[in-house]
Every structure is written in structure tokens, then in C-alpha cells.
């Protein structure tokens, strides 16, 4: 039996080959199962069917994508150019197939699987909510390289489909019609039928209008591609993100020449996946596969959650549970206090499932329980009040009583360490962290927050829920700050110190994004809150040896907490931080950013030292998924490494010969380096 493929002939004479990998949930295009689609498209020819449906035997999606992992064991171009022509040989093998090919798609659809569906004459996708399509192929660095940079403009007509790869976002299946990506959208029941009726009446492909050839035209194509490239530029540097730029010269180039662009494609999609940016966001996917991989397959299953706090992240927390489907309570102290979060949280049904019954089938799982009906039949209890320690200790002795004896307890806290929150316990062991990140709906990480006593089964149950909610469950110990925020803080802190030299925030924030981080630490720092940031400093301050910046407190004492308040660093007018509209950088730059860089890392390296993760490369997960830090650069340990471990101490030394101890290097570096 085929390892791969296994294909059914029905009594229309219609060939059915399902895509079926042995021992695995997940459909990917690896080099044998490559291989062994090839011998199976041989083989279907020489029985001559009236078609060919292509579709999966799994439940969960079509087909992932290509093999990632390989990617990352890629030793040179010339190898990655081997593999990409074989992709094409194959692909063109299924075009030009003599019978009508029809891909047939339910569930995810992307990269390479996308690109298989291209090389079919028709494709059908069901308008299942979990089925996506689209090329995330620029999120590693590189753009579609077996045929779709081809293919897809050719179907949808060059601007559409520059944008899709450009984007590397996924559509829905009724989106996909819209774009002429697929033929038809249909439920799923119908989709079998659908593919019969493609191969017995053979419509015309689908060509786009002129209007959407024209943008290829060698005469529109440098006007096209400039647009293009400004469009690019405003989300991303080409100096850390070379692939966009890459795509629109390739296109610019080669479009509306077939043999050319294929060409084109394999060599600069091999070109870009063995260079330092790919392989670092490829490390980036891979340690986020990892994350996923530390929550087991348990028996525990949350049904119901019960939150307590109904401030911005209590409240987002219950939201996301539910758009999750899972059944939550939310309480706080009065209904008057729940009402913001209840708005806030239809505001992201209404964004995130579009269609009024699933939008108002959410909202009727949300309920407001400011009595606290919610906490005796709830699987998981999580508290999200404000950081104050005798609060949060109070709110355990009046829900301990009330909790299941399987429920988990688990509290939301940024900071402070389980073990002072769990004294007045009577089982002061059930208490995990579930330390979510703010805004909840965009940052996938939550920290599972451990201490000594906590049972392994508990452990395995908290990290269990936070991946069925769709989040990366990192574990780490019950520290001051824990991960993320302990190396956050030394980052934001030099930047209000830097603040204080009369630096402007502009010019800050500038040498963070220029070094690749997603937004400035001032920027941030509003953002986050000034009250939260002074919170967690003062916490902190110890640890970190690092006296709270007077500037930050003067500020939070006047009541400027950032954007929340419309001032704080910045004036912010509406949810937007008032900047000036170009500042060319300064000289000095690279020493700001080694001035806040440097102490994230140097951080981190204390984290490992201590032991708050396991290993380096759960910290860079950690710090890449929980603060955005510059994915191309691979996480703050694997950009030391980088740099060299020699370049790193000798600036850590310069900086505290400067500017004092806070820039001592930490004694783990010595081990490090070994």
C-alpha cells in the first residue's frame, strides 16, 4: 500500500485519488510524498479515466504546505533549485494531464497544497469555516516557488494575486470564488457531486478580463511594481524582509513570459531559502511547532470557563474562550463593570466570524455573572483582576470552596510569583499561572506559570486547554516577571531612561524598528499602559537592578497612562500616536538600539541562567511569540550567536563602563560560550 496516496476508480470512470499520509493528522508535500504523486499521476494516465478528483483523506485540511522542516536542512541553492525544478516537472505532469483534474478542498490549503490545486483545471472548496487558502509562503521568507507565482497570476489576473502572495494571508472558501481562486464554494455534502459535474461537462477555464491582465504588461509593469513596493515598504524593511522585494522583481521581469518566470521562480525562491532571513523564520515556524507540540493529547476538556475581571483582559480572555467555543461566565464585582467587556467582546465576534447566526451564537455563550453562579460547574476558573497580592489572595479563599475538584485554578497575574498568591490556600498546589498577552486576540502566546508543587497532571491540563483555545503554551517557573515581562522590562526601562537624556521618543522608537523590532518601546509603553509598565518596574526593580525612571512615575502620577488616557509619551488622537511624519535617523541610532537591545538579551540570558525556561530555544519561542521581537533575527539567544558571544560581552562591557552595572554582563554567559 501506497505510504502517500490511495486512489478509487468509481462507475463513471472518474479516479479518485485521496491524499492520505500514514501516521499523521496533517497532509505535507514532503519529497516523497512529491515522489509518489508523480507514480501516481503515471499510473492514473495509463487507465485513461473520463477525470481525475484529487482531494484529502484527512478531516482536518487538504494539504499544509511543503515539507518546513526540510527547508531548514537545505545546505545550498543549488540543492534547493534540484528540489524546486522536480516540483515543476511534477505539476506540469498534473496541467497537462488529457482528462479534466479537479482539487477538491476542505480544510486548509497552503503554500505547496495551493499550488498543487493551481496545477488542477478546476478546483472546488467547501465553505466550511476551517477551510483557508492561501500562500503564507512570505512569513519563511520566500515566495511560492513550485509554479504559483505562475499559475496564480495567470488565474486571477496579476494585481489580485501579487497582493495574496504579498500578504501571505488565507481567505475563506466564499472569498477564494469571489477571487476566482476556486470555481465554486459550496457546503461540504455537496462538494463530491459538484467534482462529477466539473469532469462531465468540461466548462472553459476561467480567464480573468482584461482589465486585470493589463497591470502585466511590459509597458504598466514598472509603474505596477512601484506601487507595489510602496505598499511593501509601509509594513516591512527590505533590508530584514528581502522576499517581497524579490517577488515584485521577479514578476516585474518575467510575467507574461510562462518558460521564463518558471525559471525565474526556482532560482530566486532557492536563492532566498537558504539565506539568513529564511532560515531564521523557518527556525521561527519550527519553534513555534515545538510550542504546539509541549500540550499532549489529554483527556481533560474545558467546557466551561469561568473569568473573573472584567477589565480589558479578563474580559478579552472570556471573549476569546468562547469565540473558541467554549461556554464562559464573566464576573466582576457589579453588572455595571461587565457591560464595556460584553460590547468589546461582540466587537470581535462581529470581526472574526462575520456571519450574524455564528456572531449572535457567541454572544448568547458569554454570560455576565457578577454573583458568581459560574464558578461551581466551571472546568477552569481564571482570575484576571488588578495586581494587587492581598486582592487576588482574598478573591482564592472565597473560590477555593466553590471550584470542582478537577477544575484548574489558574490566575492571569504579570508578576508576581505563585507562591505569595497561593499562602492561604488550603491546597496551595492547585494554582497555575495562564499568563495571557495583551491584545489577546493577536498575541498567541500564554505563559504557563508553574511552582514547585504544582502536579504534572495539572501542568499537562493548563497547557492542554491553552493550545485547544488556539494559543502556544509556554512553560515557565514562578519568578518575578516570569519570562516574557522580566526580559521586557529591561528593554522599556532603557528606554524611558533614554527619554530622560532629553533623546526624543521618535527617534527611540525609530532605532527598534530600524533593528527590526514590530513597534518602538515607547510606543509600546504607551500602548501597554504607563500605570502597568510602573506596576511591573517597581516589582521588579531589584531583579533587575534598576531603579524606577522618575520620568515614568511623574507621568502615571499625572494621570497620562498612554493611549488609554490620550497622552502619555505620545499624544494619541484617535488610537493613534501623534509622530512626526519623517525623521531622518540619527547618527546615534545603532547605539540606542544596542542601549535596549542588549539589555533584552543580556536578560534573557539571566532567565536561562535561572532556569525560568528549559532550554534556549523555548526562550527565543518566548520572547519572538510573547514581545514580537524581530523574527528574521531568530530570538535574542540565537541572535547572540549570531553576533558572536565575544561582540556581545564586549559591548555589555563598554555600556557599563558607561552607564553603570545594569549593563554587567550575566555570569551565564561564561557557560554559553561552551
Sequence with gaps: MNHYFRVEHDEQQIAWLYFDTADATTNVLTSEALEAFDEQLINIAQTHPKGLVILSAKDGGFIAGADVKAFAAIASPEEAHKLILRAHDIFHRLEALSFPSVALIHGYCLGGGLELALACRYR?????PATRLGFPEVRLGIFPGFGGSVRSTRLLGHLPAMQL????RAVSARAAKRLHLVDHALPRRQLKNAARQLINEQPPAWRPPLG????????????????????????????????????????????????????????????????????????????????????????????????????????????????????????????????????????????????????????????????????????VVIEAIFEDIDAKQSLYKVLEPQLKETAILATNTSSIPLEKLAENLQQPDRLIGLHFFNPVAKMPLVEI????????????????????????????KSHPGFLVNRVLMP?????????????????????????????????????????ICLSVAEKLSETLHNPVPENLRHRVEAGHLGRKTGQGFYVWKKGKAQKEAHR???????????????????????????????????????????T??????????????????????????KLEYTYGNRFTPDPGWEDFQT
Design 124 to 128: 472546488i472548496a467547501s465553505t466550511d
Design 165 to 168: 502572495m504579498l500578504s501571505g
Design 212 to 379: 486585470k491582465r493589463l497591470p502585466g504588461n511590459a509597458v504598466l509593469r514598472p509603474l505596477v511594481a512601484r506601487i507595489l513596493r510602496s505598499q511593501v515598504a509601509r509594513r516591512v524593511r527590505r533590508s530584514h524582509y528581502p522576499a517581497p522585494d524579490a517577488l515584485i522583481s521577479h514578476w516585474q521581469k518575467t510575467a507574461g513570459q510562462p518558460a521564463g518566470m518558471y525559471a525565474s521562480e526556482a532560482r530566486q525562491v532557492a536563492s532566498l531559502l537558504t539565506g539568513e532571513t529564511a532560515q531564521n523564520l523557518i527556525r521561527v515556524f519550527l519553534l513555534q511547532d515545538r510550542l504546539k507540540g509541549l500540550a499532549e493529547k489529554r483527556d481533560f476538556k474545558a467546557r466551561h470557563v469561568h473569568v473573573i475581571g472584567g477589565g480589558v483582559m479578563g474580559g478579552d480572555i472570556a471573549a476569546w474562550c468562547v469565540l473558541k467555543g467554549i461556554d464562559v461566565t464573566l464576573q466582576d464585582r457589579a453588572p455595571e463593570y461587565l457591560g464595556r467587556a460584553i460590547s468589546r467582546a461582540q466587537g470581535l465576534f462581529r470581526k472574526k466570524l462575520r456571519d450574524p447566526y455564528r456572531v449572535q451564537n457567541a454572544a448568547d455563550r458569554l454570560i455576565a455573572d457578577h454573583r458568581g453562579e459560574g464558578i461551581k460547574k466551571a472546568d
Design 449 to 476: 506559570v508553574t511552582q514547585a508543587g504544582n502536579a504534572p497532571k495539572l501542568i499537562a491540563d493548563a497547557s492542554s486547554f491553552t493550545k485547544a483555545i488556539g494559543k502556544l503554551p509556554l512553560p515557565v
Design 491 to 531: 528593554y522599556l526601562l532603557e528606554a524611558v531612561t533614554l527619554l530622560e537624556e532629553g533623546i526624543a521618543a521618535v527617534d527611540i522608537d525609530q532605532a527598534a524598528t530600524h533593528f527590526g523590532m514590530p513597534m518602538g518601546p515607547v510606543e509600546l509603553a504607551d500602548t501597554v499602559g504607563l500605570d
Design 584 to 626: 531622518p535617523a540619527t547618527e546615534k541610532q545603532d547605539h540606542y538600539a544596542d542601549r535596549m537591545i542588549l539589555r533584552l538579551v543580556n536578560e534573557s540570558m539571566a532567565c536561562l541562567r535561572e532556569g525560568i525556561v528549559t532550554d534556549a530555544d523555548l526562550l527565543d519561542a518566548g520572547i519572538i511569540f510573547g
Design 628 to 653: 514580537g521581537f524581530a523574527p528574521f533575527r531568530g530570538g535574542p539567544m540565537h541572535y547572540a550567536k549570531n553576533t558572536g558571544i565575544e561582540e556581545i560581552l564586549s559591548k555589555l562591557r
